[in-house]
């Protein structure tokens, strides 16, 4: 999915970010995983250790757009059309963020 918008990256990756937090939570619930995180502590989870990686790594710019790139990838296209859903690489990469937290063991996933 490009990210190329008149949008700020700021505002683009909030998006995605939200997006991406949004589809998790949904996915924990409907495999009847508990997950002891609220939205809004997925979303800054997201932001201090995804998106905080690409900006340690590469710089604020690059690492943004990194990072906001990276988080498009985790959900589906249509996104801004339906609820969001997470594609195999957003599953993998919330498993990992959120492994810690999962109620169950943490070999456990939610695909």
């Known amino acids: 999915m490009s990210t190329h918008s008149c949008l ?3 505002v683009r990756t909030a998006v995605f970010r ?3 937090a949004h589809a998790y939570r949904d996915t924990c619930a ?8 609220t ?3 997925l ?7 995804l998106e905080g990686y690409f900006v340690q790594q590469h710089g604020a710019a690059v690492g943004m757009d990194m990072a906001c790139t990276m988080l498009s ?7 801004l059309v339906a ?7 957003g599953q993998k990469m919330m498993d990992e963020l959120c492994c810690d937290q999962l109620a169950t063991a943490c070999h456990t996933t939610v695909h």
């Open 30 to 37: 409907f495999y009847r995983v508990s997950l002891d995180y």
């Open 83 to 89: 609820a969001p859903r997470l594609t195999t690489l």
């Open 43 to 49: 979303q800054m989870l997201i932001a201090l250790r």
């Open 73 to 79: 990838d985790m959900v589906l296209p249509d996104v």
């Open 18 to 20: 939200r997006a991406v």
């Open 8 to 10: 700020p990256i700021e």
């Open 39 to 41: 939205l809004d502590e």
